[in-house]
């Protein structure tokens, strides 16, 4: 269908706590809820059992883009770069066409980052992968509720 609105990469932003990201190349995240049958009597479950939330997710800076968050953690005076305090990463979605869209990745976490470049690379990129501490929220919508 042509008419169809698409979300691309062209109508992303994602901000950081450094400000928009231009040097970003990628950004993927994701959570679950823990949910297990609860048996009884017969072989049928009788009841759900609700467990714990967990959100991760991992980004693909250009080296540029990961030294704007090493100056951050020096100018925060932190001990190191998984120092830097908790914060929020927006992804919105802005088609030409379309509504605002937005995922809002609450009190995010830096856990790993990966290095690397190969001869004749045009770019240099850096992996970071997160944890999602206080949840994602789609539109207002939280993944889960606190209490």
């Known amino acids: 269908m042509v008419n169809q609105i698409n979300y691309d990469w062209e109508s992303t932003n994602v901000m950081l706590s ?20 609860v048996y009884g009597h017969g072989s049928m479950p009788v009841a759900e059992g609700r467990g714990n939330y967990k959100g991760e997710g ?8 990961y030294l704007r968050l090493v100056v951050q953690a020096k100018l925060l005076k932190v001990k190191g770069f998984y120092g830097l305090p908790l914060s929020e990463v927006m992804v919105a979605y802005k088609p030409d066409l379309g509504p605002l869209t937005t995922d809002v990745l609450h009190q995010v976490r830096f ?21 999602i501490l206080g949840g994602i929220e789609s539109d207002g919508l939280p993944a889960d509720s606190l209490f």
Request: charged share 40%.
């Open 58 to 65: 991992k980004m693909t800076l250009l080296r540029a883009e």
């Open 111 to 131: 856990k790993h980052r990966g290095f690397g470049i190969d001869q004749g690379a045009e770019k240099a990129e850096i992996e970071l992968d997160f944890l």
């Open 18 to 37: 450094t400000g928009i990201a231009i040097g970003i190349t990628k950004i993927e995240y994701s959570d679950d809820k823990e949910v297990k049958e």
